[in-house]
């Protein structure tokens, strides 16, 4: 049966109408204010609390490319395949107990200036400069090219839009709101944009099951039983099969859970916190908002997120059981959009009237929350990292934040035209994470180890992008390694070389690193020589409430917490009730000590910054 694009009826339209408004109008209050300074434009003035800092990143992680990427993963290597994502429970929990308070008493505005505090001499402006345009503009891009890809793969299926109808429609109404607002507007549309998001996907997932081809919850358990997932195994496991199919199993389960989360630098996901993650941190109202921001982030992110679209995702494969089905449905979808990832978007022609507004709604949204969250970002870097910093060092305050406005601006444009570039968010996924291969070790290492120094920033950088480029050469010359072992070759040389460069480089200015130690407390054995030459006794990192056996504690009981909850509400909807009970006891116990270790820590009496 074919289909015409998607049916919008008039309610649609009042309803699409009326989430825009609602995301968008409070957003308009805060221009004046993000006018006055960078720190307010960049940093909201310092003044965000946990919850606001919190819902801001799930909100920024959940774009309109993260149904379809889920979608794609489910339908290629079966519900086990999320562990891809979900090992990075170990990075960011990790990020809370270990990380998010030195951010804070850094006082950095972005956390790129973090280089100029932390290493010294040329280097270090170097790496600045460098990082504020690698990422900042080329890096930066590529993902706001991904979620725009995904976006007119949506509207091509809803609405039969070309590529450019949809980037001119979505570029108009996120330049114009991240130009004018700051981060302050961005922080307020992605709070309102986070619950409508919710609703439109628990609703497609509703929907979605009640197909005339799949016929409930309990019928599509039933039916996916007995089918053989595209591995062998089935499609509904949440763990790989490790007795038939280890390549698959190693792959998508031993090495995101033993190497990637510390490997691997991914936005959103980095080794430390970095990026936007660092930008709420740094936002937040204290350290113990920036320690709360980040925990909430982490259990809304992948407890709540996720069992929607997989539902959706699992209803896909008997609704479309090949990619030509969908070709089929959509007879004027153009064909090289048509991939995996595209049978989110198919299955929202079961939506009712009404639902379909919502769900555009909470698309443009979902879009919205994360351009705009990449806009101001990347303009906070090349501002406030690459032109305030080298080119004209001593304008006014009004003149920078014009600049930012007009950063955004150009940033929109690029990463438009980088869309043309990409076929499928998976594999600009591949990609990000090949070139960020080998890089989260240092960044781990970097706060506590004074020998780390600029230099070995960019022997990290560069040895990673090389060896990358080289496995690219021997795989087009038909030497082709598994992605794998590809990734731990990157590691090991990468990681060989950013250490010896740590023993055999530019040694830090030793004033730069008692000044850098003074100020961020950093615990742990690798400050010693430089907390003795300051004079500071161990107590000096004692006093900061910095517990390296409870912060251990709240990180084993964190991710312990947030797997447990993810698995149990799994099991609910499987209809498994014994697992579902075990794991809700697990969550409980874990759950409970992991809030004893928090208030523990935020007893602590931490100094302000």
Known sequence: STIRPMQVQALDWVIIAATLAVCFVP?????????????????????????????????????SDTPNLVTDIVRRQGVAGNWVWWAFVLTGVSTVFFYARLWRRSGVMTDLEFYEIRYSGQA??????????????????????????????????????????????????????????????????????????????????????????????????????????????????????????????????????????????????????????????????????????????????????????????????????????????????????????????????????????????????????????????????????????????????????????????????????????LDSAKDAFDIILQIGAGTGLLYLVRWFWWRVNAWCEVVAMVSSFLVSLALLVLARNGVHFSTHVALLVTIAVTTACWVATAYLGPQTDRKVLVEFFKKVRPFGPGWRRIREEAGLGEDAARTAGDNIPLALLGWFTGCTTIWAALFAVGNVLYGRTAAAFACTAVFVVAGLVLIRVVSRLWQAPAQEA
């Open 27 to 63: 957003a308009l209050f805060f221009g004046k204010r993000s006018g006055k300074s960078t720190a307010e434009f960049f940093a909201s003035g310092r003044s965000v609390p946990w919850w606001l800092a919190g819902l801001s990143m799930v909100a920024t992680t959940f774009s």
């Open 124 to 421: 270090a402006s170097v790496v600045r400069g460098f990082r504020a345009v690698y990422l900042g503009l080329l890096f930066n891009c590529m993902i706001m090219a991904t979620v725009n890809l995904a976006a007119c793969k949506i509207a091509g299926i809803l609405f039969g839009f070309e590529r450019w109808e949809t980037l001119l429609f979505v570029g108009l109404l996120n330049v114009a709101f991240a130009a004018h607002s700051g981060l302050w507007g961005v922080l307020v549309i992605d709070m309102i944009q986070f619950f409508i998001k919710m609703t439109a996907v628990i609703a497609a997932a509703y929907f979605a099951l009640q197909a005339p081809q799949v016929g409930g919850l309990s019928a599509m358990y039933a039916k996916l039983s007995t089918m053989k997932g595209p591995h062998g195994g089935s499609y509904l496991n949440v763990l790989p099969d490790f007795t038939n199919n280890w390549d698959l199993a190693v792959a998508v389960f031993i090495m995101p859970i033993a190497v990637q989360w510390w490997a691997v630098w991914y936005p959103g996901a980095e080794p430390g916190g970095g990026s936007y993650i660092a930008q709420r941190m740094l936002a937040s109202k204290s350290e113990k908002d920036a320690l709360g921001a980040v925990l909430f982030f982490n259990v809304a992110h992948y407890v709540l997120r996720p069992w929607p679209w997989i539902l959706t995702a699992l209803c896909s494969i008997l609704v479309y059981p090949e990619l030509s089905d969908i070709q089929k449905a959509f007879p004027n979808l153009d064909p090289s959009l048509l991939g995996h990832d595209i049978a989110f978007p198919a299955m929202l022609k079961f939506l009712p009237v009404g639902f379909v507004g919502l769900m555009v709604g909470g698309l443009i949204a979902a879009n919205s929350s994360t351009i705009l969250t990449h806009l101001n970002w990347g303009a906070s870097y090349l501002v406030h990292d690459f032109y305030q910093r080298f080119i004209k060092t001593n304008a006014s305050e009004k003149h920078y934040v014009l600049v930012g406005r007009l950063a955004t601006v150009l940033l929109f444009l690029l990463s438009s035209a980088t869309v043309y570039l």
